[in-house]
């Protein structure tokens, strides 16, 4: 089992829709969490940071399940600019781990 | 710097052929990642350093693959006898401490072995 699975994608929406994408991880002592965006052929950036009460940043909604083991991001009224592979992220463990990455899940808006 | 940056921006490389690739991350930052990302997947973990000690190797995926941060700032990785499989984006990231609180990345390496 990959240590951090993600909706397959594409996802493919109009402007203005809410989107979600899921993403499970299978490290339970992982203790930071991320999504980053990688726009085509850039390298990746990082969107939020995911806290245990949930976190939002304008449109965007970022929610961590300990239990389940469970990251979501939720996007709201969806741009064409967010266009884009939304990555999945997770430390590998205490406090210097390296970031473990997910496939990726990629997203369209259409007008 | 301002961000992190990697050289060259692209590199072909003949099958067998040596090369290495340049990340120096921004001022000050502690700890240095290599990942490779080949295409329509995810960035593949490769080695982590913190200043000059490389504390992680664990993904790099054959004894071909070497990297290097001597005085602690530069980084090098170095991959010998390039095969076609090493066709990928080699990405370069940095941050304080870790991977804890995120870090930031490199425009990355285009590397395509031919």
């Known amino acids: 089992r990959k240590e951090v699975e993600q909706d397959p994608g594409p996802f493919n929406v109009p402007e203005g829709a809410t989107v979600a994408f899921n993403c499970t991880y299978s490290?339970?002592?992982?203790?930071?969490f991320f999504w980053y965006r990688q726009d085509c052929r850039k390298e990746p950036k990082l969107l939020m940071s995911?806290?245990?009460s949930g976190n939002e940043d304008g449109r965007f909604t970022a929610q961590l399940n300990r239990a389940s083991q469970y990251i979501s991001l939720l996007i709201r009224d969806s741009k064409l600019s967010d266009s884009a592979t939304y990555l999945c992220?997770?430390?590998?463990?205490?406090?210097?781990?390296?970031?473990?990455f997910g496939k990726g899940t990629k997203l369209s808006v259409k007008p | 710097g301002a961000g992190v940056s990697q050289s060259p921006r692209y590199k072909v490389a003949k099958r067998g052929q040596d090369v290495a690739l340049r990340c120096d991350p921004i001022s000050g930052h502690v700890s240095l990642f290599w990942y490779q990302q080949a295409l329509g997947q995810g960035p593949e973990f490769l080695t982590y350093f913190q200043n000059e000690a490389q504390l992680d190797k664990s993904g790099l995926p054959s004894d071909r693959f070497f990297a290097e941060r001597p005085e602690g700032s530069v980084s090098t990785l170095k991959i010998q006898r390039t095969q076609q499989e090493d066709s990928a984006v080699y990405l370069c990231?940095?941050?304080?401490?870790?991977?804890?609180?995120?870090?930031?990345f490199g425009s990355g390496t285009r590397l395509t072995v031919v």
């Open positions: 992220v997770v430390n590998g463990g205490g406090s210097q781990g390296n970031l473990i």
């Open positions: 990231a940095s941050s304080w401490q870790g991977g804890y609180y995120g870090y930031t």
């Open positions: 490290n339970s002592a992982s203790q930071s």
């Open positions: 995911v806290y245990s």
